[in-house]
């Protein structure tokens, strides 16, 4: 039996990652990765990603799309025309990243019609507070033919790192400032994480106005990025720091108190 990781490049699925190769070994490790464009994905997680792979002594898989390079979530949507599918799915992630999953899953482990394949077990970096999650995970893979396990829900059975940092290796610099090591400029982040855009990465934000305008859809649901931008702009003038580690609650506030009575946390001024 082999076991896949999905290995993000995040924190959890380099747990999860370690707490595979304790339980399976190294030989019967894979981590499967969708590698993501550079101009999105920051190189300090590509960084993370590989030297987690070197100390484990396991190879990175990849499982990309062929365009990955060039192929930003921006690009996608302007490619098909909308921000996300019917169902509320992001283009992004279909297209980055469930399709080659799939696809690699095909090619190189099938499974018949109502067939649950004992070559390989699917691994996943979801916690015990996500028991929701992984339930919807479980029904979906069994139906596609898979088994799955998620090491850091199983608390009996794990060891005591709870941190990669204490094997000696850095988390990715985004961590910095997020909760997480997803794109920048997140197609499923709220108005926290495109503040946080505006401030860093400015090329993004301009090119996510400019497709929201485009396309004539909203990335954040209720309104378009145009519309806060008065607001992150009088943010930044008040020296309100970006980043979305802190809970949404206190961040914004915060940012009420700051700004007064100038902006709602919707972006309007009152």
Known sequence: ????????????SALAAVETVIRHGRKDTILLNHDISSKVEDEDVKRFKTELADYLEVPIVYANRESFGTDTPLSLCRQMGRIRFKAGNSICTYYLKTEPFYRWLKENYPVGCREIS??????YGFDASERQRIARRQKHLLSKGYLSEYPLADKGNRLKISDIR??????????GVARHANCKGCLKAGKQHWYMVYCLWPDIFREAVWTEEILGY??????FLRELEPMFACMKEEGIMPG??????????RVRHVLGIRYNVTGKEE
């Open 1 to 12: 039996m082999k076991y896949v990781v999905c290995y993000s490049g995040g924190h959890s």
């Open 166 to 175: 204490e094997m000696g290796i850095r988390l990715p610099e985004t961590y």
């Open 118 to 123: 004992d070559k390989i077990t699917l691994v």
């Open 244 to 253: 979305d580690s802190e809970c949404s609650a206190v961040f914004w506030a």
């Open 218 to 223: 909203k990335i954040i649901r209720g309104y």
